[in-house]
C-alpha cells in the first residue's frame, strides 16, 4: 500500500465507526468515545515498548500533561469567547505539543537508561503527578483538578445527534489521525531504524543509525499521541484531575498493550476495547449474581481489577502474541484450510 | 416484480398504522409520557459514591444508611404506594469514574433521579450532562455553593449548609465567645478552604484570621503548617478539614505540646471517626471541641429522629457503627422521602423539581432549608455542637444566613412526625 491508500484505509475505517455511532445507543457512544481516547494512548505505547523496546510505566503522566494542556487553553478560550472551531481544536494542539514537549524531555533523559531504569524514571513522573499539581494548585486546581469549560456540539446538528454521539465523534476522529500517522511511521524506514536500534545498539551505530536520535524520536511521538488520548479525555469528561491518572491507570494502559499484542496497532485497538469493555462486564456480573448488597458493592470497583490480572495471565500462557496474535494465527489457520483452488501457502 | 413490491408496501402501511394508532392512543392515556425508572409500584434512583479508594473510609456509610432508611421506607408501604429502588454506584470519588457510572444510571439503568452525589470535584464532572437530560439533580453531598445555580443548572439542588455559610455561623460563634484572641485557619486547598476563609471574613472583617495554612488531601504530613500556626500565636483555630485530617491536625498539634481551640467545619467533626483516629486520648484532646452542624449530632441522647435513625440502624443496617454519615445518609433519603410525596401521585421529573421549589420541604436539621425557585442551596445556617464527656451535642444557638450577616435563629427543629416516612 501506498502512503496514499493507508491513508484512505484509515479514512475508510472512520466513516465505517461514525456510521456505527447511529446504531449505538448514548451509553455505548460515551464507551467508544472513552475507547477513542485509549486507542490514541495504547498505539504509542505500543510502539514505543514493541519497537525501540523502551518500557514506560508513566503513559498516563503524558496523557495527564494533554489533559491539562487542553482543559487550561479551552478554559481561556471560553473566557475570550472564542469563534466555535477555534475552541475545539486549538486545545487539541495544545494538547498534542505540551505532551510531546513533556515527552521529548522526558526521552532526552530517558534515552541513556535501559529496561528497569527507564521504567523507574517513567514511574516517578506519574508518581509525582499529585504532588506537581497540588503544589502549582492555584494553576492546576490541586487534588480536585480543573473542570473544562469545552465546545460543545454545534446547534444545528444538536436536533440529529445526541451529545454522547458528538463525543463520540470527535474521539474517532482524533483517534483516526493518530491512528493514521502511526500507521505510516510503522511502514517507514524509521520502523527498520527502531528496530535495529531495540535488537543490537552497537550494529544499529555501525550501520550509521543515531541510536538516542531514534529513541527520543519515539519517545516524543508516543507521548504527543498519548497527550492527544488526554484531550479528548477531558473533552469528553470535562474535568481533569490527578486521580484520573494516577498509576494504577499507567499500568492498565501497559496491561492492556500486552493483552492486545505489543507492537502492532491492532493489538493497540484490542488493549483499548479491554480497559472499557473488563470494568463493564464485571460489573455486570456483579450485579447479575445473587450477592448481598455490600458485596457487590464492594466488588464493583475491585473486581475489574483482578478480571485484568486473570485476563493477563491467560492471555500470556494461551497468545504469548496478545489477542492481535491470536487473531492473526486463526484467521491465517481458516486461510490455509480453504479449498485447494487457492494457491498452496509457501513453506518456509 | 410488482406483486412483491406491493405486498411489502401493504405490510409498511399496517404497520405504520399500527404504530400510528399506538402512539395516538398512548397520548390520549394520564401516562402520557413514560417517565424513565418510574412504574406503578417503584421509583428508581442512583447515586454515585466513593464506596472504594481513599475517601471510603469516611463516606461510604452514608450510601448504606440512606439505602437502610430506604429498606425501612419500603417495609412500611413505600411512598405513594411505589418502594424506592435506590441504585448506589461506586466511583472512588474520581471524576473519571463518576463520568461513566452516572451516564451508566441515566443512560442504562434509566433511572428517575441522582440523589445525594457525592463530592465536589466528582460531581461538578456531571452537573452539565445531568442538566443537558433533564434529570433532577437532588441533593448533592458536598457544602460547595456550585450546586445553587437555578439559572443555569435548574435541575440541580445542594443538601448542606454551604461552606461560606458555615465559615460565617462558626465566624459569628467565634466573635461571641472568644472575642478578642487570634483566629487562625487550617484548610484544604480547593474550594473547601477558600469558602470557608471567604465566610470567616465576612464576619471577622478581611482581616480577622492571623493565619491561613492549607493542606492538600494527597500529602498526609501536616506537621509543617501546624508548627506555623503554632509560631504566629494562634489561639483560636478554625478547620476546614475532612475528618482525616482534622485528626491529624488535631494529634499532630498534641504531639507538639499545642493545645489551641478547635473549631471545625461539620465536614471533618464527625466524634465517632474522630475519636476513632486519636484512639485513646481522644476523649481528652476532643474536649471542648466545637463544630456547627445542621443535623442533629449522632451522639445525642433526648432527640427523636436520633431514636428513629438508630431503630432503623439496628434493623435495616446491620447495626452499623451509629455516626454523623448514619445521620447524614438517613436524612438525606427522609429529605427524598419527602420531595416525592410532594411530587404528587404521578411524578414526573418537573413535578419533582417543582415540588423540591416550591419550599414545602422541612427536612430533618436544626435549621430551615433555602428552596425556592431562585435558591437551590440546602440548610439556609447551622447550629453549635460542642463535645463534653466524649458527647457531641448541640448547645442552643442557631444562626441562619441573610445576605453578608447571619441572625439567630430561634425557633425549635423540625418535629418528627408519621414514624420518619412523610405523609
Not at chain 1, 505510516?184 to 536520535?213: H, K, N, T, Y
Not at chain 2, 472575642?179 to 473547601?192: R, T, Y
Not at chain 2, 478539614?241 to 467545619?265: C, D, E, H, N, R
Not at chain 2, 421529573?349 to 436544626?366: N, T
Request: proline share 5%; with cysteine; net charge negative.
Amino acid at each position: 500500500m501506498t502512503p496514499i491508500q493507508r491513508w484512505g484505509a484509515t479514512a475508510g475505517i472512520l466513516v465505517l465507526a461514525i456510521a456505527a455511532t447511529f446504531v449505538l445507543d448514548p451509553y455505548r457512544n460515551y464507551l467508544l468515545a472513552m475507547t477513542a481516547a485509549y486507542v490514541c494512548a495504547t498505539s504509542g505505547l505500543s510502539l514505543l515498548v514493541g519497537r525501540t523496546g523502551q518500557l514506560s510505566l508513566g503513559h498516563a503522566a503524558f496523557m495527564a500533561a494533554g489533559a491539562y494542556a487542553f482543559a487550561l487553553t479551552s478554559n481561556a478560550l471560553a473566557e475570550a469567547d472564542a469563534p466555535g472551531p477555534v475552541h475545539l481544536l486549538v486545545p487539541f494542539l495544545a494538547a498534542v505539543v505540551v505532551a510531546s514537549v513533556v515527552g521529548l524531555i522526558v526521552g532526552v533523559a530517558g534515552a541513556r537508561l535501559h529496561g528497569p531504569y527507564l521504567a523507574g524514571l517513567t514511574l516517578a513522573l506519574v508518581i509525582a503527578l499529585p504532588a506537581i499539581a497540588s503544589t502549582f494548585g492555584g494553576l492546576f486546581g490541586g487534588d480536585a483538578g480543573l473542570y473544562v469549560s469545552v465546545e460543545r456540539r454545534p446547534d444545528w446538528l444538536s436536533t440529529v445527534i445526541a451529545t454522547e454521539q458528538w463525543q463520540a465523534w470527535v474521539g474517532l476522529i482524533v483517534a483516526a489521525i493518530v491512528f493514521g500517522a502511526l500507521a505510516q511511521l510503522v511502514r517507514s524506514p524509521s520502523a527498520i531504524r527502531m528496530q535495529a536500534v531495540r535488537d543490537d545498539e552497537s550494529a544499529a551505530r555501525l550501520s550509521g543509525i543515531d541510536p538516542v536520535r531514534v529513541r527520543v524520536g519515539m519517545f516524543g511521538i508516543s507521548a504527543a499521541a498519548a497527550g492527544l488520548g488526554g484531550g479528548v479525555l477531558a473533552y469528553v469528561t470535562q474535568a481533569v484531575s490527578p486521580g484520573a491518572y494516577s498509576l494504577t491507570f499507567s499500568l492498565f494502559l501497559l496491561v492492556a498493550v500486552v493483552i492486545g499484542g505489543v507492537g502492532t496497532l491492532a493489538g493497540a485497538v484490542w488493549g483499548a476495547i479491554v480497559i472499557v469493555l473488563v470494568p463493564e462486564i464485571t460489573t455486570a456480573i456483579t450485579e447479575a449474581l445473587p450477592l448481598p448488597a455490600e458485596l457487590s458493592q464492594r466488588l464493583d470497583g475491585n473486581l475489574a481489577i483482578v478480571v485484568f490480572g486473570v485476563i493477563l495471565v491467560v492471555v500470556m500462557l494461551a497468545a504469548p502474541q496478545g489477542i492481535h496474535g491470536a487473531v492473526a494465527a486463526l484467521t491465517g489457520r481458516l486461510r490455509r484450510r480453504r479449498p485447494r483452488t487457492a494457491p498452496p501457502a509457501p513453506t518456509t | 416484480m410488482t406483486q412483491p413490491h406491493a405486498r411489502a408496501t401493504t405490510v409498511s402501511a399496517i404497520a405504520l398504522a399500527v404504530a400510528g394508532a399506538l402512539v395516538l392512543s398512548s397520548c390520549s392515556t394520564p401516562q402520557a409520557e413514560a417517565q424513565p425508572g418510574l412504574t406503578d409500584d417503584s421509583i428508581k434512583i442512583g447515586t454515585h459514591q466513593p464506596l472504594t479508594g481513599p475517601a471510603a473510609a469516611s463516606y461510604a456509610p452514608i450510601s448504606a444508611a440512606t439505602a437502610a432508611y430506604f429498606d425501612y421506607v419500603n417495609a412500611e408501604g413505600g411512598i405513594n404506594g411505589r418502594t424506592i429502588d435506590y441504585i448506589v454506584k461506586d466511583d472512588g470519588y474520581n471524576p473519571a469514574n463518576t463520568q461513566t457510572v452516572v451516564r451508566e444510571l441515566v443512560l442504562e439503568d434509566e433511572v428517575f433521579a441522582i440523589l445525594g452525589g457525592l463530592g465536589t470535584p466528582t460531581h461538578s464532572s456531571v452537573l452539565d450532562f445531568l442538566n443537558d437530560n433533564g434529570v433532577p439533580d437532588l441533593f448533592v453531598s458536598s457544602g460547595s455553593s456550585a450546586w445553587n445555580q437555578p439559572e443555569k443548572y435548574p435541575g440541580t439542588f445542594g443538601f448542606q449548609a454551604d461552606y461560606v455559610t458555615e465559615g460565617m455561623v462558626l465566624g459569628q460563634y467565634i466573635s461571641e465567645e472568644f472575642d478578642g484572641k487570634k483566629v487562625c485557619l487550617f484548610g484544604q486547598d480547593d474550594e473547601f478552604g477558600t469558602d470557608m476563609q471567604a465566610g470567616l471574613e465576612k464576619v471577622l472583617g478581611a482581616d480577622g484570621l492571623a493565619e491561613v495554612q492549607t493542606y492538600s488531601v494527597s500529602n498526609q504530613d501536616v506537621a509543617a503548617q501546624i508548627v506555623a500556626l503554632q509560631s504566629a500565636g494562634c489561639e483560636v483555630n478554625v478547620l476546614a478539614t475532612i475528618t482525616g485530617f482534622t485528626a491529624l491536625a488535631i494529634g499532630t498539634a498534641a504531639q507538639l505540646k499545642y493545645f489551641p481551640q478547635w473549631v471545625s467545619s461539620s465536614s471533618g467533626a464527625d466524634y465517632g471517626p474522630l475519636s476513632g483516629y486519636l484512639g485513646e486520648a481522644a476523649p481528652l484532646l476532643l474536649e471542648g471541641f466545637v463544630s456547627d452542624n445542621y443535623l442533629p449530632s449522632a451522639t445525642e441522647d433526648d432527640n427523636k429522629w436520633i431514636e428513629l435513625f438508630k431503630q432503623v440502624n439496628d434493623e435495616y443496617n446491620d447495626g452499623a457503627d451509629f455516626t454523623g454519615s448514619v445521620v447524614y445518609g438517613m436524612a438525606m433519603g427522609y429529605l427524598f422521602a419527602e420531595a416525592l410525596l410532594a411530587a404528587g401521585e404521578q411524578p414526573t421529573r418537573e413535578g419533582l423539581i417543582a415540588a423540591v421549589q416550591s419550599g414545602e420541604l422541612k427536612g430533618s436539621g436544626l435549621v430551615p432549608l433555602g428552596f425556592s425557585e431562585d435558591n437551590h442551596s440546602g440548610y439556609l445556617g447551622a447550629g453549635i455542637t460542642v463535645v463534653h464527656d466524649g458527647v457531641q451535642a448541640a448547645i442552643d444557638k442557631r444562626w441562619v444566613r441573610d445576605g453578608d450577616k447571619v441572625v439567630v435563629y430561634d425557633k425549635p427543629p423540625v418535629e418528627l412526625l408519621s414514624g420518619g416516612i412523610p405523609s
